[in-house]
């Protein structure tokens, strides 16, 4: 094989021993088999070697399934490392929905970020499942697979002029209290520059994974942050910014969130291929998806083809599409394609195909002993809606109302903020003549029955609706929709389903997706899931909505982080202050 | 300022905001004045701004001073971080040696690397005042400042295809255990290479700091394996093989030993100084020394000029030199020159010079508190030499005989085995009439009372003798001369100074130090030590000792881990296959 020597960023022909889970040696090519008669050798056909991908800011919920299945479907990717912040199921059930992460056996190495942010905002702005505390931090800090705080994103509360103890400084005093050096900090801090940056970088949080552009990738790691780009980062400007200051040292390829229908055809290799699309040399592209995140992540067993490190490495046909033609995981076989000889040598192969994890079969024997505890799947407690849920009734005598109304766009997941006047008749606001979509979100947790009201533009345009569980990051009950009975009608199947996403039109379910753990997660086999999300996002399609992506679109309407004007349980919040806005600015 | 800008390996104008012991904020040249009006400001003068240097593999020993001291001289020499492998005082008092001087408050941080081979052989080899094995290493590994397993050196204990728990597969494994990911393991392994360096690194041993070659930085490097380069691996070749690969990232620049009278005019600055001397950009040598070397451990507070990193700066002319103007440690100056202008500003030099660290009342002060305890002050135990002791006496009949003898060089601390014959007179063996000058080794430990001989050859070349109870690893009482009146005389100086260096001739003392803590440590000032260690260099020259280092050249005479003839306590060592060898090899 060409092995990847990760320091001198190059192939050259060698051989790779394996014992164990180790690699044992890299050897001149062919003296394997003489320093080792005795031991099968695997002819890799002259392909290139090169260390398994390690990605270090991640979401297994983005792919709505669990740890177990996702290493199933990724591994075979050649992802055989991921650090997975689980702030999804941690908004759901807490310390405890992570602890059910970390307890599944799974081939792929998952290590874990502690969710700094659960609740997003606070209790006051929003009802989560649960939410990750002091007490829940340091429970998770004596986890020894737990590497990094995740996703720091409120930098207002760490102006260092102000020295409040607020809830994220007490969580990084935490960290490195109890695990000093051994602790990483990870930032999410879009669109910051100059002073703020500063400041945010002054109390120790130095990564960032958020959207890039050229000038923010020179500024950021001028100023020490650890970059960690996905899809949305990988424009030409920026990829030729990396390259013409060669800051491979300081830059690592992630893919933060994977939806299934799109796992099924790669992850972070998908990264890596764009990347190299960009501009990125292929050999730097591997060297930011292996060695660098790793080493970010104090991982130093692993990300290099090396004697004594981890023996996780793939074979590739070429230096473009990196879709592996053999998979190794801890030395053993995940993946190998029929291309690859095996014939010649006493390789058993039928032992590896035993052993392989990627067999639908090892699916079902899992899911068959339940995964999760039994009310995991019992989550969604919420009343049953009725039609007049969705309408906007008034309080007092008017004719028209001025409303705030989230615009959003055909890409990306920011709303803007725009203001329409609508007519009032009966005490109802007439909302579906302007052809806008109503937002409802009904707080599921039982805990205090919030239902709140938004207006949507650009949402569907003709009679439908969708509902869903999956609504970042308090997972409430989403519906959105052109008419009250469908609303109606997708609210009640995912009240029922226990959670999951739906579109219905005409009276009637178009498609769903039952996500019955936590409302957010599917006990079915990755293929199945895609599947099914695939009619849902098509039925969205069809009703007019246009987005890049329609479900990260929907969902995240519920998203008090993400700008500019959200919908949560207690109504809108204008994200960047964190006030209330109320939904009718005026009354005409 | 210019301030080094660490991914980008390059310089800009920009202005750097301290608060408290951390760097604030790094902002565009002059904007600090204006958003901090109330701040004292520095004027740079357009100096080169780069961080402290960071050393992680050296001896505080080989200064023949302690922590506090050595922290005092190499702090304004630009060094504001060391990693240090006490095995010379391990060797001398063990545990109880290492937490002395853990336990010294000094303004650079210090931290420790566990010495993996003390002794550097074993019992039945060699005397040493105390080990550390299993129980000392693991007191140590809770000890928060120690960041690595130091300098694992035999590689034959670690051969994988022989699973034997060896003493140091035992440690190596503790480590693992106790802290994880947060160890690093450092190596020692000259000259190996192919197959034997895969096997060494397959245990997990993944740092070298001995010498290195051009093929040596190759070969190790794609191997995976970290360099850290001293002086004497900084030839052109080698620099250049760094160069043109770009293993930047996998090189530190380190010291290892460095005399007291070399202290005195730098440390880890003279290895940058040379680094660029030898072809390296200045940037890079820099990098090496600051950024790379903390990574290496870990260190991802320091090494970089950034937010939130611990101020640790120094303010450079040129980038020739690297002697500093200015030396930051923690936000606190320790060092600023006259010519950098401080008086257009509220700037308290005042309580600066109070607040320095280098003055040498600081010494006084701290050494009238005595630093170690009493018995670290009398720890010389073995008899007083008589002139009889430094004869070669024969128990059988013959008139020549064959001798083993360890030729020194001009360069370095390896011997060659040469064999000689030599006449024998009355039952004694007359090595004086041959040129050679005889080693005689006392135990020193009061442990067995082992007196041990031994030839050497281009050593002394006129009559006279030193001793010294700093003699590499185990430290007994070493004896060189070419006359036994000179030598009893220079053993029972050293014996009742309790420790230090001497040199005689003519029956009269010409040089000496005292290191009275443990033998090996002196306790006055550095600049007092520094110039009497001077005076018996000069004097052991003087006697024709040619060497470019004769303390070094002489003290390692009885290191038996350094190739290739050397003498314990026990007697004559092979050090490659670690079997005695005889003195007397025939009687003829």
């Not at 399934?65 to 490392?81: K, M, N, V």
Request: one cysteine or more; aromatic letters at 6%; charged letters at 25%.
């Amino acid at each position: 094989v060409k092995v990847f020597l990760t320091f001198r960023k190059t192939f050259e022909d060698r051989c790779v021993a394996v014992k164990g889970d180790r690699i044992l040696a890299v050897l001149e090519a062919g003296a394997a088999k003489q320093m080792f008669p005795d031991t099968a050798v695997i002819d890799g056909g002259g392909r290139y070697l090169i260390p398994g991908f390690v990605d270090i800011h991640m979401h297994i919920e983005s792919s709505m399934t669990y740890p177990a299945e996702f290493s199933r479907i990724a591994l075979p990717h050649g992802t055989t490392t991921i650090v997975a912040d689980a702030h999804e199921i941690a908004n759901v059930f807490g310390l405890e929905g992570i602890r059910s992460f970390m307890e599944q056996k799974t081939d792929m190495d998952i290590f874990y970020a502690i969710p700094s942010s659960v609740p997003a905002t606070n209790e006051r702005l929003e009802t989560s499942g649960a939410a990750i505390g002091k007490e829940e931090t340091a429970a998770l800090l004596d986890c020894d697979e737990v590497l990094c705080l995740g996703e720091v994103m409120n930098f207002q509360e760490l102006a260092p002029e102000d020295d409040r103890e607020t809830k994220i400084r007490r969580l990084i005093r935490l960290c490195q209290e109890k695990r000093g050096r051994d602790i990483r900090l990870e930032g999410h801090c879009p669109g910051l520059r100059g002073v703020d940056l500063n400041r945010f970088l002054y109390e120790g949080v130095d990564a960032d994974h958020t959207q890039q552009t050229a000038e923010s990738v020179v500024e950021k790691s001028d100023l020490g942050m650890f970059l960690e780009l996905q899809m949305k980062s990988l424009t030409p400007e920026t990829v030729q910014a990396v390259c013409d200051h060669h800051l491979y040292e300081n830059v690592a390829l992630v893919t933060d969130d994977t939806m299934p229908d799109h796992l099924l055809h790669g992850q972070l290799n998908r990264i890596v291929r764009v990347a190299v699309q960009k501009g990125m040399r292929a050999e730097d592209a591997i060297y930011c998806a292996t060695y660098t995140p790793a080493r970010r992540m104090h991982l130093d067993d692993r990300g290099i083809i090396a004697p004594g490190k981890i023996a996780d490495f793939l074979l590739l046909n070429d230096l473009e599409e990196f879709s592996p033609e053999a998979v190794f995981k801890s030395g053993r076989c995940v993946k190998i394609s029929d291309e690859i000889d095996t014939s010649k040598d006493p390789f058993d192969l039928e032992s590896v195909e035993n052993d392989r994890c990627n067999s639908e079969a090892n699916h079902y024997e899992k899911a068959e002993k339940q995964l999760f505890p039994e009310h995991f799947y019992h989550s969604v407690s919420c009343k049953e809606a009725q039609e007049e849920d969705f309408e906007l009734r008034v309080d007092r005598t008017c004719s028209k109302v001025r409303v705030n109304v989230m615009q959003i766009g055909t890409f990306g997941t920011a709303t803007k903020v725009v203001q329409r006047i609508l007519r009032v008749e009966n005490g109802t606001v007439c909302w579906q003549e302007a052809g806008l979509s109503l937002a409802v979100i009904f707080e599921r947790y039982g805990k205090n029955g919030n239902i709140s009201h938004g207006l949507v533009e650009e949402a569907f345009t003709k009679e439908g609706a969708a509902a869903t569980t999956w609504s970042h990051d308090s997972h409430n009950l989403l519906v959105l929709g052109t008419n009250p009975r469908d609303m109606k009608l997708a609210q009640n199947r995912i009240r029922k389903l226990e959670g999951g996403y739906a579109a219905a039109a005409n009276g009637t379910i178009l498609a769903e997706v039952p996500l019955c753990i936590g409302g957010i997660i599917s006990d079915e086999p990755l293929e199945v899931l895609a599947k099914k999300l695939g009619k849902v996002r098509t039925a969205m399609e069809a009703l007019g909505y246009e987005n890049n992506n329609v479900i990260m679109s929907m969902s995240t309407l519920a998203l008090p982080v993400s700008p500019a004007l959200k919908l949560t349980d207690y109504g809108l919040l204008d994200v960047k202050t964190q006030n209330r806005v109320e939904l009718i600015e005026e009354y005409i």
